[in-house]
């Protein structure tokens, strides 16, 4: 009887401990990017690796929901209920349009933003210094004046330019008033190109063959996404496009100089540490990179009869 009784409080014991194990909680992490383009997707990659690297790694110690909107407003807000109705413990928000739909949807769950230029003029903190909300993150600002020096310096018989942006995208406008303002300081004229979708970016770019010796497009989200339509008509063209990031150089563009979003999601990983362990995003400042790189497309170069300058590469 004694060893019947002894294998049967094992038996509870195992059972107990199953039970125990089973209802360990999981670290869940929601993931929503807007669309699918190289930066972006850059940002995401960086940032699982970068949890990984820290000892975070999905399916094992914790848990990783990731979405893509598909460049929809109505998908961001429904994926960002859906986190909120899961109850995750953190929010990763990649581009502004996500970030801004995730802040609508909680003001308690602790939210990183990344790929977001400039997360108090979108409505995402109080200040970039002291956020002072759930939110906090990394910025993609880039280097505006600088590659408006890069178009001169590459075509400094140039004229006039043209600035294609998403007129809806808070992001583009913060750095196509930075890059304005370098052309009035070194007297480049420019006229704006602005899209409101998709369907749109055929259509001005065309518009603009023969009346603008180059392009200036930021790191704007939906022009990243269709850069290979833009391509086909700038290249054939000869009309030279300096974007605001890598991606979109290696979609069509000619060149840029700008950061590294795969390197920018391992940074704000290294945040989402420090709101695992407790730190609260609203005393976190926004971070940014101070290292900018000068990249270009040599097919496309070819294709244009550009020589670039020696000292760049």
Known sequence: MKKLLTLGAAVAAAALLTVSCSSKKVTKIGILQLVE???LTDSYRGFVDGLKEAGYEDKKNISIDYQNAQGEQANCATIATKFVSDRDDLILAIATPAAQAVAAAT???????????????????????????????????????????????????????AMLYCSSEENSKVQIAA??????????????????????????????????????????????????????????????????????VASGGLATYGINYYELGKQTAAMAVEVLNGKNPAD???????????????VVAEQLGVTIPEDLL
Not at 134 to 154: E, H, K
Not at 284 to 298: A, L, R, T
């Open 107 to 161: 003001d308690v769950i602790p939210v990183l933003v990344t790929a977001v230029t400039d997360p108090a003029s979108a409505g995402l903190a109080v200040s970039n210094d002291k956020p002072g909300k759930n939110i906090s993150g990394t910025s993609d600002l880039t280097p505006c004046s600088a590659q408006i020096d890069l178009l001169v310096r590459l075509f400094p018989d140039a004229k006039k330019i």
């Open 37 to 39: 383009h190289s930066a």
């Open 179 to 248: 890059a304005k303002k370098r052309c009035d300081e070194i007297g480049l004229k420019y006229v704006d190109a602005t899209v409101s979708n998709t369907n749109e970016v055929q259509q001005v770019v065309q518009s603009l063959v023969g009346k603008v010796d180059a392009i200036y497009t930021p790191t704007d989200n939906m022009i990243a996404s269709t850069m290979p339509t833009v391509a086909t008509i700038t290249t054939p063209n000869k009309i030279p496009v300096i974007c605001g990031e890598e991606g979109m």
């Open 284 to 298: 976190m400042p926004i971070q940014y990179q101070e290292k900018f790189e000068f990249k270009y497309n040599s």
